[in-house]
């Protein structure tokens, strides 16, 4: 008996202790919980200060509102405050410290882009100011983007921790009942243990329940939690102002109340049980309420409990303005480019006259007509190319496909650039094999493509080089290399060489670039069903690769 009760006490003091391990881990989960609820608030008013801050500095720009600077000062202060704040929580987690850290330095970027805007606009000239709003709106989407992302990772670990300390709830009761023979020796002090460990875990429950409720109603954009089926679980005060009047969400389809989200790549989230992102997402109808145009970027996450997804939350980002907005720049863009279009040709024409009447001149007259042509040239060819980049970009650009010998094309192309070439001390050295190559593809898409690669590797190549163009083939694709030995691509400058209006430190030291003949070759190439990619480093130069198919695509008439 005494052996059998000393094994019970053995036994059920090491339950108690696992118990009492557990309870305090539970505990510490809370107290963790609830700084990240400090956090997460903090970085709300973060975002809420910093959108306050801009509107402040557009009103004064605007207005000259002094009201308005004020305000902005006491903000700029606040935010200073909250950064601290925010820092610290993090430094205590030792893994967002880095996270934090950048944050940091996004939003100190952000306060000094809007006091550049307010001291020019205090020196008169409020033109000036325009750019560093814009930078500060792109670093304060920035930021907005990265809080959703601490938000959504904070809200992934305390599912995470939940579930460990569901998992030793279910072990500890099994380790009780196996143990029910013995219980009733020690019933005082293990119903303690049991009181607190389950007061605990209700209380990291209801925390989390609490942090999930208010992420929901205090997001600055509109969010959706469905269940497996589709069905809306519940919505935020941001999505409901969307709605019709007097309609309700719970509990109905999402494909009633949204039938315009894209339908399979959310299915195909919830069957991978991955992320994904759908941008730009035309919505006309909402419930019975149509003749809308929104334009939304959504991002979707599955929720998933034991390998299994419970449910899906979508966040939606309402980006209509932005998008109308850069239609209008678009059109006005478009517009100009036209106007200019017309002047522009019958100059060509004309210096092509004045060529030819001074072509025996040796007083360096024949000469300057060449720079004045292709200077001429630089811009029409800027002109055309901003027409071109509206149709590829709207979509609409019809493809006329024909069966095209693309050794001849290149060699039209090449003979394009000789006074280009002649100027710059240039040659063009064209490698192909000895069959010729064929392809069907767009003789016009084509040109533009190869014309603007080969003027880019002109334009960067020093005096006395040559620019290569190196021409391969397969069953299945044709290859399109253009290499010139110029200044390479600076390693910050990759990521960004595609995108529109945009160009690095040497192509803003360059006369007549625009910074858009890149995004257009791109908008050409994948247009084409192809591909476009390059690389640069000093022992080789810079070479730029398209990849087209041989044989045209249905999804290449787009």
């Not at 202060?77 to 996004?106: C, M, N, P, T």
């Not at 997804?309 to 980002?317: G, K, W």
């Not at 004045?354 to 004045?372: F, I, P, V, W």
């Not at 609409?396 to 090449?414: A, F, G, K, M, N």
Request: charged residues 25%; contains cysteine.
């Amino acid at each position: 008996m005494s052996i059998t009760v000393i094994v019970a006490f053995v036994m059920v003091a090491g339950a108690a202790i696992s118990a009492y391990n557990y309870s305090s881990r539970a505990i510490q989960t809370g107290e963790d919980i609830e700084k990240s609820q400090e956090l997460l608030g903090g970085l709300e008013s973060i975002l809420s200060i910093m959108t306050d801050m801009k509107a402040q500095a557009d009103t004064f720009i605007n207005t000259g509102d002094q009201s308005a600077q004020a305000r902005y000062a006491k903000d700029k202060a606040s935010l200073g405050k909250y950064i601290k704040f925010v820092k610290l929580k993090g430094d205590e987690e030792g893994w967002r410290r880095w996270h934090f850290a950048y944050l940091e330095q996004l939003a100190e970027r952000f306060q000094n882009s809007l006091d550049i805007a307010l001291l020019d606009r205090k020196n008169g000239k409020p033109g000036s100011a325009a750019p560093d709003l814009d930078k500060a709106q792109q670093l304060m989407e920035m930021i907005r983007g990265r809080l959703i992302i601490s938000d959504v990772d904070e809200r992934s670990q305390l599912r995470d921790r939940l579930r460990d300390y569901k998992h030793h709830a279910e072990q500890t009761s099994i380790m009780f009942l196996s143990l029910g023979g013995f219980i009733f020796l020690f019933v005082v002090p293990l119903t303690l243990i049991v009181q607190r460990y389950i007061g605990a875990t209700q209380k990291a429950m209801l925390v989390e329940q609490q942090v999930s409720r208010e992420i929901v109603q205090h997001a600055p954009i509109g969010i959706l939690q469905l269940n497996a089926d589709f069905t809306i679980k519940d919505i935020n005060p941001v999505f409901a102002e969307y709605l019709p009047e007097g309609a309700s969400a719970l509990g109905k389809s999402v494909w009633d109340l949204l039938p315009e989200l894209p339908k399979q790549e959310l299915t195909e989230t919830v069957t991978a049980g991955k992320p994904s992102t759908i941008p730009g997402v035309l919505i006309t109808r909402i419930a019975d309420k149509t003749g809308l145009e929104s334009y939304w970027d959504i991002a979707a996450w599955p929720m998933l409990e034991a390998d299994k997804v419970r449910s899906l939350i979508i966040l939606i980002e309402d980006i209509s303005d932005k998008t109308i907005l850069s239609r209008q720049k678009e059109v006005l863009q478009q517009t100009i480019a036209h106007d200019l279009k017309s002047p522009l040709i019958a100059s060509n024409y004309l210096i092509q006259a004045m060529l030819k009447k001074h072509s025996a001149a040796k007083n360096g007259d024949h000469e300057l007509l060449l720079r004045l042509q292709d200077s001429n040239q630089d811009a029409l060819t800027m002109v055309k190319n901003m027409l071109e980049i509206s149709k590829y970009r709207q979509g609409y650009h019809l493809l006329s496909l024909q069966s095209i010998e693309l050794d001849h094309l290149i060699l039209e192309i090449t003979k394009n650039f000789e006074s280009r070439c002649q100027l710059s001390e240039v040659t063009i050295d064209v490698q192909k094999p000895a069959e010729p190559i064929c392809l069907e593809s767009d003789s016009n898409a084509l040109r533009h493509l190869i014309g603007n690669l080969v003027e880019n590797a002109i334009k960067f190549s020093p005096t006395k080089s040559t620019v290569t163009i190196k021409l391969k083939n397969d069953d299945q694709n044709v290859t399109i290399d253009v290499n010139n030995t110029g200044p390479t691509i600076h390693e910050d400058d990759k990521e960004k060489l595609f995108t529109p209006f945009w160009q690095g430190e040497i192509g803003q030291q360059s006369a007549g670039g625009t910074g858009i003949g890149l995004y257009l070759c791109q908008q050409i190439a994948h247009t084409l069903g192809g591909s476009i990619t390059f690389t640069s480093d000093e022992k080789s130069g810079t070479t730029f690769t398209v990849v087209l198919p041989c044989t045209s695509k249905e999804n290449a008439t787009a």
